[in-house]
């Protein structure tokens, strides 16, 4: 009995063993786990380290949160032209190359390394700010202030010579006075122009034009510096800039407007007709003076690719946004695309007196509607004007709109580019282009069909609909 229990105690003692033991293999595992966790996270880092690295203050992470305050940036990020641009790291370094190098010196470049895959693309201390919605109240409050001095003038851009009068009856006004609006920035649209469609001299039926840019001030005048020198130099060399004291911004188009018809009404009275529009159009100036054969000038003309029935925007995000106490009415009256359109110098006048008794809206084209509707002129819609561009019609979708052909039948083209509107130039005065329909030997084969004096009622309505069409 004695022998039983001694070789019972025995075996129970080597079973606590190999229980201890696979004890003890468990609790290994999971240390080695837990390690293999740690190691993977970086938390076994040193805490003395994470202070030398917040401490160091000429490491690219301090410059970047303490930039706002010092008005830096760091050479990873793109800097505004107003803002000073530190040298980059990399210049540094070759500079110093012959210097010798410390132990903390090294071992200071090895951590800034480790910490430039970590680094912040974007630093949160010099976040630009969003440009504040537009203040209509404030537009309100000043919109009584519409005379503003006009700083360059052509006085005699409407006085083209003596050798032009063949009678005493006969003006020395122009034919068609080109009115362009541009901004101090665009002398490439202004070139263009001037060496294509806005063309100087005399044209077919014997007829002159001129051509004159209206701008006004730059609002950034920290991205053309030199913006005063510029139009001086240009206006001494074309004789084409009429400048004026008022910020050059979209809602003072309306602006723009009202002084370019005082100019007229003071300095060119005896224009027939007048083209006004964009800089990024295209314009067949000789498919308009066929359009204006036996109009004449002396009665009311306003013609161009009118709009009817639109609704004023609401929508805040959109740049034609109007709010109701600004507008309150439920439609504006018709207007026309302000990307080009045509009027005679007799509604000119007209509208340089009406335009100053309507109170002044900051959409152009809809304020120059309010003024037609004062004199009670109805514009006329031509098909030729195209401000909206070009649409592809969905049943022709291999339809080439760029084509000089499809070209060579409008007057006015909208949203073009300077390299698309000197190509289409050179395109359609190239004596070698040959059009299927053209069957005229003549230089000038375009003719309209309608007559003048269309008007728009019963023409589509437009609305918000977008037709805009990029090339």
Same mark, same amino acid.
């Given at each position: 009995m004695a022998r039983k229990m001694g070789t019972l105690r025995r075996i129970l003692y080597v079973k606590g063993d190999v229980m201890c033991t696979m004890?003890?293999?468990?609790?290994?595992c999971l240390?080695?786990?837990?390690?293999?966790?740690?190691v993977s996270s970086g938390w076994d880092r040193p805490m003395w380290k994470l202070e030398i690295h917040s401490s160091t203050s000429s490491s690219r992470t301090l410059l970047g949160t303490n930039r706002a305050k010092m008005g830096l940036e760091s050479p990873e990020t793109p800097t505004s032209p107003s803002e000073p641009q530190l040298p980059s790291c990399k210049s540094q370094s070759k500079s110093k190359a012959s210097q010798p190098k410390s132990k903390s010196h090294v071992k200071s470049k090895r951590k800034s390394k480790s910490r430039q895959k970590n680094a912040p693309t974007k630093p949160t201390g010099n976040v630009l700010p969003t440009m504040p919605p537009f203040d209509f109240e404030r537009y309100l409050r000043e919109k009584d202030n519409r005379n503003f001095k006009l700083l360059i003038d052509q006085p005699q851009k409407c006085h083209i010579g003596g050798e032009e009068k063949s009678d005493a009856d006969s003006t020395t006004a122009p034919y068609m006075l080109i009115a362009v609006k541009s901004i101090a920035a665009d002398f490439d649209k202004r070139q263009v122009v001037r060496r294509t469609w806005g063309k100087e001299g005399r044209f077919q039926y014997d007829v002159s034009i001129r051509t004159v840019f209206l701008l006004g001030v730059p609002r950034n005048r920290t991205a053309l510096p030199l913006w005063e020198q510029l139009l001086t130099y240009e206006s001494q060399m074309f004789g084409d800039i009429l400048l004026w004291d008022f910020e050059d911004t979209f809602f003072n188009l309306t602006l723009k407007e009202t002084h370019f018809l005082l100019w007229v009404n003071s300095s060119c009275p005896d224009v027939k007709f007048i083209f006004k529009g964009d800089a990024d159009v295209y314009v067949n100036v000789e498919n308009i003076l066929e359009m204006l054969q036996g109009v004449k000038p002396e009665e009311d003309l306003f013609v161009g690719d009118i709009i009817i029935h639109a609704k004023p925007i609401r929508r805040r995000s959109? $740049?034609?946004?109007?709010?109701?106490?600004?507008?309150?009415?439920g439609l504006y009256p018709n207007y026309a695309g302000g990307g080009g359109f045509v009027m005679s110098g007799h509604t000119a006048r007209r509208l340089s007196s009406a335009c100053q008794q309507v109170e002044l809206f900051p959409i152009d084209d809809v304020f120059l509607g309010m003024c037609l509707q004062l004199i009670g002129v109805k514009p006329s819609r031509h098909q030729g004007f195209?401000?909206?561009g070009i649409p592809r019609p969905s049943a022709a979708p291999h339809l080439q709109t760029f084509d000089p052909c499809f070209y060579r039948e409008l007057m006015v083209v909208h949203s073009l580019s300077v390299p698309q509107i000197w190509l289409m130039w050179n395109l359609l005065h190239d004596p070698k282009l040959s059009c299927r329909n053209r069957t005229s030997p003549t230089s000038w084969?375009? $003719?309209?069909?309608e007559k003048m004096g269309h008007t728009i009622e019963g023409e589509i309505d437009y609305g918000e609909k977008q037709i805009f069409t990029a090339h």
């Open positions: 004890l003890l293999l468990i609790l290994f240390l080695l786990y837990a390690h293999q966790v740690v959109s $740049k034609y946004y109007v709010p109701e106490f600004m507008y309150g009415g195209r401000t909206f084969p375009f $003719k309209w069909k």
